[in-house]
Nanobody, 114 residues
Framework: QVQLVESGGGLVQAGGSLRLSCAAS????????MAWYRQAPGKQRELVAT???????NYAESVKGRFTISGDNAKNTVYLQMNSLKPEDTAVYYC????????WGQGTQVTVSS
């Protein structure tokens, strides 16, 4: 069983930055892909960013140029650096790990005030 623990969420003003962390109980590069999703109130969960075991990254159009996903295999941790935050980035952010089975973290709240 893979465990994912997110941290780093909080309240920030528009234009500010936050860095989310996702600590995994296994090597992150043993996963085919790790990702960050988010879910705003009343909306469906949406993909924010992905990183593969080979280091390839991909981003939702809404966060391109503002968010950066990265991984530190020595720490079994994936990060999401979020800059130039907007009120519409407000959501619960979830860490995802996928191989044969998928795993989710418990989520961390990010609130961006205008």
């Amino acid at each position: 069983q893979v465990q994912l623990v997110e941290s780093g969420g909080g309240l920030v003003q528009a234009g500010g930055s936050l860095r989310l962390s996702c600590a995994a109980s296994v090597s992150i590069f043993s996963m085919y892909v790790m990702a960050w999703y988010r879910q705003a109130p009343g909306k469906q969960r949406e993909l924010v960013a992905t990183i593969t075991s080979g280091g390839s990254t991909n981003y939702a159009e809404s966060v391109k140029g503002r968010f950066t996903i990265s991984g530190d295999n020595a720490k079994n941790t994936v990060y999401l650096q979020m800059n130039s935050l907007k009120p519409e980035d407000t959501a619960v952010y979830y860490c995802y790990a996928g191989k044969v089975v998928v795993y989710w973290g418990q989520g961390t709240q990010v609130t961006v005030s205008s």
